[in-house]
């Protein structure tokens, strides 16, 4: 499911070759049920009736962005 998040871009378009790091998190994806995570997700934002406007990418990547994060010591 981590590779199925359709980009803003044609990512498709361009020349990417296949490279051993777009199979790097496939052991981890396969740990962890998305489905739930999306289930609780969508709950916690039922909760919030006030947002303005709509969520520019869906909670589900942005969790995952969250995770990568985290497990990089990345910053924003």
Known sequence: ???????????????????KAFEE???INALI???QI???LNKLLEQKPNRLGAASYAPI???????LQSWH???D
């Open 1 to 19: 499911m981590w590779k199925n998040i359709q980009p803003r871009l044609q990512f498709k378009q361009t020349n990417v070759k296949q490279h």
């Open 25 to 27: 998190f496939d052991e």
């Open 33 to 35: 049920d998305w489905d």
């Open 38 to 40: 999306i289930i609780i």
């Open 61 to 67: 990547m942005m969790f995952k962005v969250i995770l």
């Open 73 to 75: 010591n990345l910053s």
